[in-house]
Structures are given as C-alpha cells and as structure tokens.
C-alpha cells in the first residue's frame, strides 16, 4: 500500500487575480455610442462632400426627370478641389448638357434642378423652339411650344455663371426669367434616379390598400436610372 492522500484537488486553485476583471456594463454602452456616432459623423461627411439624395417636385425637367424621382447627386464632381485630390476623385468641370442641382439665386433655401445650356461667355439666343447656344442650335431643352412670348436674348452669360434650362420649356422657371445661375451656387450633378414614386390619388383606406397602393404608384422601371 502506498502513502495515505488527502482528499482534495491534485492541483492548486488558479489565483482569482489573474484572471481579467469583467467588464462594467458602461463600457459596453460607451462601445456602442462611439459605433454610432462614428457612423453619423460618416455620414455627415458623405451628404456633405460627396453624395446627397434629393426629391423632385416639379414636372419643369420631364421626360428626363419626373415629379415624384428620389436622385442622388454627385456633390464633389464639380466642387473646388487640390491638385492632390484630383488624383482620387473623378472631378471635372460644368459641360453643356448637365443636369445639376443648384441654389436658386432668389431664395437660395430652396434647390433646383436644370440643365447646363450656356457656360461661362457662351452667347444664347431662344426663339420660339430654337435655343442658340453661339450660333449652334441646341437640342436637350425640349417640349417647348412655339409662341410670340418665346424670345430670349442674344445675351451674354456672365462669368462664373451658367445659363440653365427645364427640359419641359414649357413647364420650367429657369435662366430666361430669373438670369444666370452663380457658380457658387451650384450642389452638383444629377447622377441617378435611385426610387420614383407617383403622387398619391388621394384617400386613406387599410393598411393593407396603402400598401398596395405604394407599390403601384412607385415607378419601378426608373430605379438605378442614370440621369443624362
């Protein structure tokens, strides 16, 4: 027989002090602000410098846009930018033909949204459904009905301003009744139709109706359509 063992554990007990201490339940919460606000700060940056989303109203650029379009616009294509940044985001300068989203100069809190027809010196003339951007007709601004009201220029677009178009002339409160739009005013560019939904018909009705009636009135055929 060989010697008595005492009862007990064969190995001592692991010291209680090296094991890390839990963590208090307002470390958990402070994790989670810092991820939110991380996130909003995130998102400030990207409607601020890069891309912001914007709801048409008005039918003033049909068939292109329509009331009702959700866009996104491109917000730093056209913005100032370092020669450095130039190397990693596609910046360029305002062209005729964009579509862009600018400040109204006569209420700078409301936004909207035209076509370029005259840059900076161009010479634009409009008679009836002719648009005469220096001698050359132009083509984008359309539906426009011929009338004796329907005269414009010769007149000299200012620098560092554009001369904008609805393409519904017809429909459109742009550069012929209110002038030029200051390049300081300008958000950026229309670059795609992400949702369209059609006004409502009116009335309430169950859930379950206005559900269904949300998925007629949206245009499906419009999403991820880019605007040209």
Do not use: C
């Not at 301003?161 to 200051?182: I, Q």
């Amino acid at each position: 027989m060989g010697p008595d063992v005492s009862p007990g554990p064969l190995t001592p007990p692991p010291d209680r002090a090296s094991f890390p201490p839990a963590r208090p339940p307002q470390g958990r919460w402070r994790e989670l602000f810092e991820v939110v606000l991380v996130a909003v700060v995130a998102a400030l940056f990207v409607r601020t410098f890069l891309v912001q989303a914007f709801v048409v109203p008005s039918g003033s650029m049909e068939p292109t846009v329509l009331p009702g379009d959700h866009l996104l616009v491109n917000k730093f294509v056209f913005a100032p930018h370092g020669r450095w940044l130039s190397g990693l985001l596609p910046y360029r300068s305002i062209r005729r033909g964009d579509v862009f989203v600018f400040k109204f100069p006569q209420n700078p809190s409301q936004d909207f949204i035209k076509r370029v027809v005259g840059l900076p010196s161009d010479l634009v003339f409009i008679r009836g459904r002719r648009v005469l951007v220096n001698g050359v007709p132009e083509t984008r601004s359309r539906n426009a009905s011929e009338g004796p009201g329907e005269r414009t220029g010769p007149l000299r677009v200012p620098p560092d301003a554009y001369f904008a178009l609805g393409d519904n002339r017809d429909s459109s409160w742009d550069s012929r009744f209110w002038g030029a739009v200051p390049a300081a005013n300008v958000k950026g560019r229309a670059l795609a139709i992400y949702w369209s939904i059609a006004s409502p018909a009116g009335g309430s009705g169950n859930p379950l109706s206005r559900l269904a009636d949300f998925v007629r009135r949206t245009r499906w055929m419009r999403s991820f359509r880019l605007v040209r």
